[in-house]
């Protein structure tokens, strides 16, 4: 079964940056899409950015350019580089299949980053 153990998160202040990883347990990469989602309190699961095995990314509305995908094959692994955080960016960040995919893999427990002064 893969696992996914994401990685990376902490206490920023508003501004600063932080990188996520995501590693799995299987050789899943090559085969399916990947995605970052983040969940804060009281919201529904949201997807953040998406990377595509020809590595083209997607990103959603709201991150007006501060973070970017990206994915290493080799080492079973997607990062998420955060930039110019902001306190509304705060959630646990996980990492999945990207949406549309055959099949999602069990959730892991994420990484909490917080954005705070």
């Known amino acids: 079964q893969v696992q996914l153990v994401e990685s990376g998160g902490g206490l920023v202040q508003p501004g600063g940056s932080l990188r996520l990883s995501c590693a799995a347990s299987g050789s899943i990469l090559g085969i399916y899409a990947m995605g970052w989602y983040r969940q804060a309190p009281g919201k529904q699961r949201e997807l953040v950015a998406r990377i595509e095995n020809s590595g083209s990314n997607y990103y959603s509305h709201f991150l007006e350019d501060r973070f970017s995908i990206s994915r290493d094959n080799s080492k079973n692994t997607v990062y998420l580089q955060m930039n110019s955080l902001k306190p509304e960016d705060t959630a646990v960040y996980y990492c999945?299949?990207?949406?549309?995919?055959?099949?999602?893999?069990?959730w892991g427990q994420g990484t909490q980053v917080t954005v705070s002064s």
């Open positions: 999945n299949s990207a949406p549309g995919s055959r099949f999602t893999f069990p």
